[in-house]
């Protein structure tokens, strides 16, 4: 059964609420250390992919299963290697299965998480994702990674969630 979030929660808290494991887990943690895009962390910009997806989300007006789609986009890129020192010029090709391996073996995900995080380079992979969450991973992915590669600093309310949490 799709979960709906309660209009109460803003975007930052749903993202807490369903991926409370996740950003509290040391391993995650790490993903700080690995610079994904421009001067952008994995970690920063999977809790931005997050709070775009549950936004894109609750714009579309569609039923959404909202644990799945908050932990497929904060585990999306979780690869733990910094795929610029290593020089991996195939890490677009590759990186999703390597990411939806980890998760598997750290945390516990759904069919559709799982989907999410195995398809989310479409179309560069060419597997479109199976369900509409994998959809909205995507799109907020192309969005946010866009912005960190051709703008210099990251959302304010990524940093805000970041140091707020601490």
Known sequence: M?????????????????????????????????????DVSVLE????????????????????DYEALV????????????????????HGYRHADRALKNAADDYAISPITANMIARHMFPLNIRPPRYREGVILCIADKICSAKETFSKPLYDKTIEFIRHDK
Request: with cysteine.
């Open 2 to 38: 799709r979960k709906r979030i309660s209009k109460q929660l803003d975007t930052a808290s749903a993202v807490k609420y369903y991926g409370e494991d996740i950003l509290g887990s040391k391993t995650f943690a790490t993903s700080n250390d690995y610079i994904q895009h421009g």
């Open 71 to 90: 932990r497929g986009a904060l585990l999306h890129d979780y690869f733990l290697y910094d795929w610029h020192k290593k020089g991996d010029k195939l």
């Open 45 to 64: 910009h999977s809790i931005s992919v997050s709070c775009l997806c549950v936004y894109l989300a609750r714009k579309t007006h569609l039923k959404y």
